[in-house]
């Protein structure tokens, strides 16, 4: 039996599905236990130029375009042989045709949707993309959406993201926003980072945050694709596990 194969799609931004790629790649060695090069299972991380989604409701949006260029990257995937494909990007979802998305599409909304529904919270407050908040890709109970200020303020710092001229100083200031934000509304007892340029931003800074639960998405799904991998192989085929 051939080692199972995931297909990344990335490129929204580019940086994401890097860090995607590391965060599997991490729990390979650090859970299952892969150390020769023939026990990581192979990646393809396709880094698409798609166009732009960050502006809902403005001519220099087309809606149908981003649709085609999600089609395609998902049958370059699916033509490659990827046993399993997910999406790097929150809001790329909600250009997603669920109805003929192939079955090996591991959705990351849903896998997040699935992972809030088993804890017991209150409220989670969403970080997102506008995009994503007005096409209410995170349609469940108990969320706390932004004012259309504080959006404005989170979609300028997706975009600094974007451009890769961001710093620690940053960092400080998502966190003080979450602080903020809590302050308004104490029964916020998570956050989720719903645009994985905020995944990007706050990675390995998340543990510095104290007495806040922050979801990242890229979490979760690097966690899903892993078990899939290592808990589908035929028996008797090696097992990357400790």
């Known amino acids: 039996m051939k080692t199972k194969s995931i297909g990344i799609i990335s490129g929204a931004?580019?940086?994401?599905g890097v860090l995607l790629t590391k965060k599997i790649i991490e729990l390979c060695q650090k859970k299952y236990g892969c150390i020769d090069d023939k026990d990581f299972p192979k990646i393809i991380l396709f880094s698409y130029p798609f166009s732009e989604m960050l502006k809902p409701n403005t001519k220099n949006q087309n809606?149908?375009?981003?649709?085609?260029?999600?089609?395609?990257?998902?049958?370059?995937l699916i033509d490659s042989k990827s046993d399993y494909i997910t999406i790097a990007c929150n809001t790329l979802h909600a250009f997603l045709n669920s109805n003929k998305a192939d079955d090996r599409l591991i959705n990351l909304i849903f896998e997040t949707k699935r992972f809030l529904f088993k804890k017991n919270l209150s409220k989670v407050l969403?970080?997102?993309?506008?995009?994503?908040?007005?096409?209410?890709?995170?349609?469940f109970d108990k969320t706390k959406l932004l004012s259309k200020q504080d959006q404005k303020w989170i979609d300028k710092l997706i975009e600094k993201i974007l451009?890769?001229?961001?710093?620690?100083?940053?960092?400080?200031?998502?966190e003080n926003f979450i602080f903020k934000q809590i302050k308004k509304d104490p029964s916020i007892d998570?956050?989720?980072?719903?645009?994985?340029?905020?995944?990007?931003?706050?990675?390995?800074?998340?543990?510095?945050i104290s007495?806040?639960?922050?979801?990242?998405?890229?979490?979760?799904?690097?966690?899903?694709?892993?078990?899939?991998?290592?808990?589908?192989?035929?028996?008797?085929e090696k097992k990357c596990l400790q």
Not at 13 to 16: L, R, V
Not at 126 to 139: C, E, G, P
Not at 190 to 208: A, N, R
């Open 13 to 16: 931004g580019p940086m994401a």
């Open 163 to 174: 451009s890769g001229f961001f710093s620690l100083k940053d960092q400080k200031r998502l």
């Open 63 to 76: 809606e149908k375009k981003v649709k085609k260029e999600l089609k395609d990257a998902i049958d370059f």
């Open 190 to 208: 998570c956050v989720l980072l719903g645009c994985t340029e905020l995944s990007v931003l706050m990675d390995d800074f998340l543990k510095k």
């Open 211 to 236: 007495n806040i639960k922050i979801i990242d998405p890229l979490e979760i799904i690097s966690k899903k694709l892993c078990k899939l991998i290592f808990t589908t192989n035929q028996k008797g």
């Open 126 to 139: 969403i970080l997102s993309t506008k995009t994503s908040a007005l096409k209410n890709i995170f349609d």
